[in-house]
């Protein structure tokens, strides 16, 4: 039982009061969500978006742990193909580097066959020089670099066999005939590169500078880049294709 | 008389914020005065009648309009808002009495208005229950009509009659027994 209190009635304070009526207080304690236990769809919703976060969290923390092995398995699968003599297969240059792309679709596995060409054959013209310092006769010791710029029909990469284009002599037999030819008509320091098209029967044309030493140097190498035999053209699984080749040749004093 | 704007508000089948803040400006003061009178403090009685106006927004689309005016609903609940608050706070249950109330219920006693049975009054009315003391205070000092007391309670108008004489003659017979 409420104890009950009689008291003599007295008068409200409307300013007092007013400071109550408050409509939007009002709206806002209507518009809040109730809480309790009973209230389990909030928590539920509350519980689902921690559940996200926290995955994502673990995801960008482990995101490198997960993408290298399904990387490796793929290198794997295509690995039995063995590298052969001149000819640059895929997998080597993918081993080097597994956290690029791990999956490449044939079309783009070939477009990768030629970069890996150009920088196979970059290693080789360092190598070259070596060669012709055992050749003492000669004043200008160079070497060739090829690039395909025709669009290979897509192969199947394991069978795909790409042979650069070459002199139909040896390399220090094309040399000493470099050297011979251009030997005293010109007496300079530095490196003239030029770079010229190898077509289907061998013929070279489109002669271009590459790296300029002087107006007479230049066109005396193209003078006798034109009068060269043809060459062997470049070929892939042993048909010829149009391919590009630059040959830097240098200049030496004798004295 | 209750304006025909309400009486349109209270036909709508589904009311919305703004009929409900037409209705929120028309009885705010009725109501706060009445919780107020009953626990005497502005704090309480501000709390109380903002939980009432959010119950009556809550089951408002419940109410529909069958002659008895919306106000006479708003006292209900609030009379049943203030009733729960009391019975779980345990606090002191305030009753504000006015003369008029007082000369009231002496001459439904039949006691005469002399001064001695006037002073009598409040600490006789401290003796009764809750429920007698609630229809009291409806019908003297709230000086509601029966209808409106028998709609609060939640009683027909005849059982309201009989409770109200009832206790009446319980007051009489303390004062002469």
Redesign the interface.
């Known amino acids: 039982m409420n104890r009950v209190k009689v008291i003599s009635r007295t008068e409200i304070d409307p300013k007092k009061r007013a400071a109550f009526k408050d409509f939007d207080q009002l709206e806002s304690k209507i518009a809040s969500p109730k809480r309790g236990w009973k209230h389990w769809r909030y928590y539920s919703v509350l519980a689902a978006v921690s559940a996200v976060s926290v995955l994502l969290i673990y995801l960008t923390k482990f995101a490198d742990n997960h993408s290298s092995p399904s990387s490796g398995k793929v290198i794997e699968a295509e690995a039995p193909h063995p590298p052969s003599h001149e000819v640059i297969s895929i997998p080597k240059r993918q081993q080097q580097n597994p956290s690029s792309e791990p999956i490449l679709s044939e079309k783009f596995s070939s477009t990768d066959d030629k970069q890996q060409e150009t920088t196979l054959r970059t290693e080789s013209s360092r190598k070259i020089p070596s060669m012709e310092e055992e050749v003492p006769s000669m004043e200008e010791t160079s070497s060739h670099v090829e690039r395909v710029d025709e669009v290979m029909p897509v192969t199947d990469p394991a069978t795909y066999q790409y042979v650069k284009a070459k002199p139909n002599m040896s390399i220090q037999a094309f040399y000493k005939l470099l050297g011979d030819s251009l030997h005293h008509k010109y007496h300079a320091e530095g490196k003239v590169g030029i770079r010229f098209k190898v077509q289907k029967d061998g013929q070279l044309s489109q002669f271009t500078i590459v790296s300029s030493l002087d107006a007479k140097a230049d066109s005396l190498v193209i003078g006798l880049f034109e009068q060269l035999p043809p060459w062997q053209p470049a070929t892939v699984n042993d048909s010829p294709v149009v391919s590009y080749a630059e040959v830097p040749f240098v200049f030496q004093d004798p004295d | 008389m209750i304006p025909a704007a309400e009486i349109n508000i209270l036909k709508k089948p589904k009311k919305s914020?703004d009929d409900f803040?037409v209705l929120?400006?028309q009885y705010?003061?009725q109501i706060?005065?009445f919780v107020?009178?009953k626990c005497?403090d502005?704090e309480t009685?501000?709390d109380l009648?903002?939980n009432v106006?959010?119950k009556a927004?809550?089951s408002l689309n419940e109410f529909k309009y069958e002659g008895v005016p919306f106000s006479a609903w708003l006292y209900r609940v609030a009379s049943n808002e203030c009733n729960s608050f009391?019975?779980k706070q345990?606090?002191?249950?305030?009753?504000?009495?006015?003369e008029t109330g007082l000369h009231q219920i002496a001459e439904e006693i039949e006691t005469g208005l002399t001064e001695a049975y006037l002073n009598q009054i409040?600490?006789l009315?401290?003796q009764?229950?809750?429920s007698e003391?609630n229809l009291i205070e409806l019908r003297f000092?709230e000086r509601f009509s029966i209808r409106e007391i028998a709609y609060q309670l939640n009683l027909t108008e005849s059982n309201t009659k009989v409770k109200l004489h009832r206790t009446l003659k319980k007051l009489k017979k303390i004062i002469c027994p």
């Not at chain 2, 345990?90 to 006015?98: A, C, E, Q, T």
């Open positions: 914020k803040r929120y400006n705010f003061e706060f005065d107020f009178r005497n502005y009685a501000g009648t903002s106006f959010v927004w809550q009391f019975r345990k606090n002191v249950r305030f009753l504000s009495i006015d409040p600490d009315l401290e009764l229950e809750t003391i000092f």
